[in-house]
């Protein structure tokens, strides 16, 4: 299980290296609100082209879409969401702060001030952002942030069907902002109130929901390990009847061992036919799917893999997070995979000797078209490895002064530290034998 103190050095690593930000810092920032700098908007760009590529690259049975985040307020109504999306709110009388009451300790102490029995009445809080669409702020005119992806897909079942010409079974994939209002966001970007989903609605014939839904649930497990998270950080939970959306017979969370203890990092949910059914009865439109081989329609059942970015993100920080003494001296790493480590190639000349410079700067263009680099020649060689070695690169290239003699460079391995001369002219050969896709 990872440290107690794991999580504060990855806020500091994350803020001193330029990965994720305070929103708003400068006015104190803004509660549970984050920015991704430059190096955290490389990392999580990796992070959502890994899962697409995964999802809809190597998959002939899977196609994408981009649906709107405002939508026709009748999409939450059929959802469920206007009704039923809501969490237990309670105040404390004391200090005034609010949780939900689902997740107070069982000693009925305030976890802000510590009283007791200091709790109102429970009530229901709605977690959707609402706004008005037009100059006029009246009922006609309401609408709201979509708190999920997924209902986008649904909506447009109809148009990606008929478009692709795709016969269940077969999936629609998006990546998108979500806004859910959540009583208590936290833990950095664990738990936030603007969030980026990966999700996936995989449409099936109503009696292979069970056997799709065992797949997704392996297979979704397995693209974590691929990417690098050890087998002993995760595990399957099923969830318990009680615990079930009602739109789900079956869901089981992939979980990670963060800090804090395990947590949800992935979703997967057998949501049945409820929501073409849902939207099928609230829009008037018949959503099913006629099956001509076996001359039968049927309205189709769907999975769910669905995956928020940042948390995915977080989690790779975590398990990648290692520190090492070299030689007496204490060593920060990213041990992160390669497809998903922010700058992949660094390019380090051995100092500023205007000699070294040009062949440097050739060095870079000839590796900036198919990697993303970063050219550094500020410090002691050392330090320069150190700080790349904080942000995961996986690979540096040093070019020396012998290079202007041999026209090689010195390749360096981020986890072993293990260097190999190399000619130029077969560097970018060599690098993308080192970094496959």
């Not at 869901?251 to 939207?279: C, K, M």
């Not at 990213?334 to 062949?359: F, M």
Request: net charge negative; with cysteine.
């Amino acid at each position: 299980m990872a440290r107690p103190d794991l999580m504060e050095r990855v806020v500091n690593l994350c803020k001193r290296r330029g990965l994720v930000f305070p929103s708003s810092e400068i006015y104190g920032g803004f509660r549970s609100t984050w920015d991704y700098g430059p190096l955290g908007v490389l990392l999580k760009r990796n992070v959502k082209d890994a899962w697409w590529r995964s999802m809809v690259q190597l998959r002939d049975d899977v196609v994408g879409l981009d649906s709107a985040i405002l939508m026709h307020p009748k999409v939450w109504e059929a959802s469920g969401h206007v009704s039923a999306f809501a969490d237990p709110l309670v105040d404390c009388r004391n200090c005034k702060e609010r949780f939900r009451a689902d997740q107070l300790p069982a000693s009925g102490a305030c976890p802000n001030c510590g009283a007791k029995d200091s709790f109102t009445e429970a009530r229901q809080f709605n977690l959707m952002f609402k706004t008005h669409v037009g100059p006029v702020e009246d009922d006609a005119s309401v609408a709201y942030l979509r708190p999920e992806t997924a209902q986008g897909i649904f909506v447009n079942f109809l148009n990606v069907q008929m478009t692709t010409r795709k016969k269940p079974p077969f999936g629609i994939a998006q990546i998108g902002k979500s806004f859910r209002n959540e009583i208590t966001p936290g833990n950095f970007i664990f738990r936030t109130r603007e969030f980026e989903v990966m999700e996936m609605e995989y449409f099936v014939p109503p009696d292979d929901g069970p056997r799709w839904y065992e797949y997704w649930c392996q297979e979704r497990l397995r693209w974590f390990t691929d990417l690098g998270i050890p087998d002993e950080m995760l595990r399957l939970r099923p969830h318990d009847p009680d615990e079930l959306s009602h739109y789900s017979v079956g869901t089981s969370d992939v979980e990670f061992a963060y800090p804090w203890g395990w947590g949800e990092l992935e979703g997967i949910a057998n949501r049945t036919d409820f929501d073409l059914a849902q939207h099928a009865q609230f829009s008037g439109q018949d959503l099913g799917f006629y099956d001509q081989e076996n001359d039968r329609r049927f309205v189709p059942h769907v999975i769910e893999p669905a995956l928020g970015a940042d948390r995915c993100l977080l989690a790779f920080l975590l398990a990648a997070y290692t520190e090492e003494e070299v030689r007496g001296e204490k060593r920060t790493l990213l041990k992160l995979d390669h497809r998903l480590a922010p700058i992949q190639v660094a390019v380090l000349p051995l100092s500023r000797n205007e000699k070294l410079g040009p062949v440097a700067r050739e060095v870079a263009d000839l590796l900036r078209p198919r990697f993303m680099i970063d050219v550094d020649d500020a410090g002691s060689i050392g330090r320069r490895y150190r700080r790349q070695d904080e942000v995961g690169t996986p690979l540096c290239v040093t070019i020396d002064f012998d290079t202007l003699d041999d026209q090689a460079v010195t390749v360096r391995e981020r986890d072993s530290m293990v260097q190999d001369r190399v000619p130029i002219e077969k560097l970018e050969a060599h690098l993308q034998e080192r970094l496959p896709l």
